[in-house]
């Protein structure tokens, strides 16, 4: 298509364009853009700058007591919440590993045990051999509303970082955490639910499929002898295999039953999660959690398992990853309440 | 002349009260009608009581504005828009909306699907423009104006970043303005793929820019300026695609025979206002608007200095006759 050639000279000067290409297996990285050296603004105020998180020292001045920073095998990892006055923490648990230390607000530090695990939230509570903590004071965040102010305290007096609540509470549909969980190995076709299996509408070229001889109008009936019945079970099947792994695949094509043998690939960075990257490093573990508050504060992955407040300073939920270039998730309170007697119980202990 | 809704600057002049009765924008009286507080305009807040008067207007302007943000797919391509007219005028990024005449899905934060069609576009500053097609009344936003921005004024984007998904509505970024030219805006609203064509607002709920493209930094995303939509909104509804040395001028479709001395036809394009007007291979064009034609090239001047649209007596001589045969004037195809 000419017209995008030609503008590819006028977007290398101000950046990448922000439209994308539609379904997950399909689109390939297009990475026509230039680093720009533009930044700043004349003297403008930005919502990172210091001088900004000064306003919000109030805000915070009562959850950084409630607020832990967790140190794995000496390096940092997480920050933490204090939900029970005898050593409760509550973080992000694919953070942690080796040696857990938290460091209290008072500079105190204390070696961590896990007691619990959810896997779904990616949250972990950590039991302290403590008296007599600050718990913190939960608010279901669905008092406030989009728009509202959030901080991210941390061990200072100013907040580690601040942002506004960019979309309520909500629930992640089963087919969305399918599409976004996906991360094992790559086959490399894009396609649409059939009457029977899964038709293959693209073959990417140069892909594991294709290298395999998978056509266009293929019909994916069975992996490794498993039924496919549609796109869902494929990408989930497709996710608990690993770049470099064989599956058998029986394919329809015409009126002929075959099968082909395809050595799946890694899968290649698309054009979206590109984009994703530019603007500082993402949580490894950042997709599938069932219920989010997104909100546009930018943190490093290292400071997610902490306390999300509102302009009251009470908790609103916890920072369970940064996800994207333009958000952070976190857990809602109302949700983390439902989770906290497991967690301590051991009902939900670790594996 | 088609019909569109006038979108011509207001006067300033106007007392603000005043100007939202005239629009009818009885939603729109409560912000604007109270005096602006100061807070909104500071160079950085100085207490939580400053952060509450920001708050609540951002959550007002928000729970404003989102409904008329809309993600939108052509083809393979998702990205978003944002309605400016009752009618369903939707403006977008120009590479969003591409070539005009494509049709286009609408899709409202609650997850209804509208039918739409692409309509012109600059390339070279990215703006565009789809109308819904579909009938009905849509909830619109009103344009602002972009060159009486400030840096440092805080802004809200909306879109849908990486496309629509179902169950999220347009979702939120505050930032401020780090730079403003004629032919952009740069703030620190992230944005990301699928976020191009949304609205940028200023916070009287006003758009001011539509997100174009990023770079590697957190302070780098690209708006291109409201007031260009403005100003070329003719040429956005006539489905005109300029900017960029691509331009759809004056067109009319034929071929010309090389060889010879005088305007002969060599080739009618298919669909094209020549074929149309029933203009044949080997008719020789003698006279445009009455006015002797002596080669191909005065009459290639000729059409460049009449407008789409325009009718043009043509006289021509096929074999022995002389005809009279009346052209109208069309635009260049966009795809060459």
Known sequence: MSCRANSRSFWTVYGLPLVISGALLSSPLTAYGQRTRRDGGEGVVTRSSKDFLKAFREVVAKSVRSTVRIRCDDELAAFGVIVGADGWVLTKASELKGKIVCELHDGKELVAKITGVSEAYDLAMLKLDAKALSPVEWRDSKEDAVGSWVATPGMNEAPVAVGVISVAARGISGSELARRGASGGFLGVRVEAAKVGVKIVQVISGRAAARAGFEEDDVILAIDDKKIANPEALFKMLGKTKPGERIRVRLKRGEEEIELSARLGGRPLERGEFQNQLGGKLSDHRTGFPMVLQHDTVLRPVDCGGPLVDLDGKVIGINIARSGRTETLAIPAETIKTLLDDLKSGKLAPK | MRNHPRLSLTPSSLPRIALALLLGMAVLTPLLAETRPPALDKAVPENIQDLRVIQERVKKV???????????????????????????????????????????????????????????????????????????????????????????????????????????????????????????????????????????????????????????????????????????????????VWGDGRKRGPYIGVEFDEESTECKIAKVEKDSPAEKAGLRANDVVLSFDKKKVEDFADFLASIKKRKPGDEVPLQVRRGAEILEIKVVVGRHPANR
Request: glycine share 16%.
């Open chain 2, 62 to 240: 928000t729970a404003k504005v989102s409904s008329a943000t809309v993600g939108i797919r052509i083809g393979d391509a998702a990205g978003s828009g944002v309605i400016v007219s009752k009618d369903g005028y939707v403006l977008t990024a120009g590479h969003v909306s591409g070539k005009p005449d494509r049709s286009a899905t609408i899709i409202m934060p609650d997850g209804k699907r509208l039918k739409g069609k692409t309509l012109g576009s600059n390339v070279g500053i990215d703006s565009g423009l789809i109308r819904i097609t579909d009938k009905g009344e849509w909830p619109f936003v009103e344009m602002g104006e972009a060159s009486k921005l400030k840096t440092g004024a805080w802004c809200l984007a909306l879109g849908h970043p990486e496309g629509y998904r179902p169950g999220r509505p347009p979702v939120l970024r505050l930032g401020r303005v780090l730079e403003r030219k004629d032919k952009l805006l740069r703030t620190d609203c992230a944005l990301v793929g699928g976020d191009s064509g949304g609205p940028l607002f200023d916070l009287d709920g006003k758009i001011i820019g539509i997100h174009s493209r990023i770079g590697d930094r957190l302070t780098i995303n690209i708006h291109v300026p409201i007031d260009t939509y403005r100003a070329t909104w003719d040429r956005l509804v006539d489905g005109e």
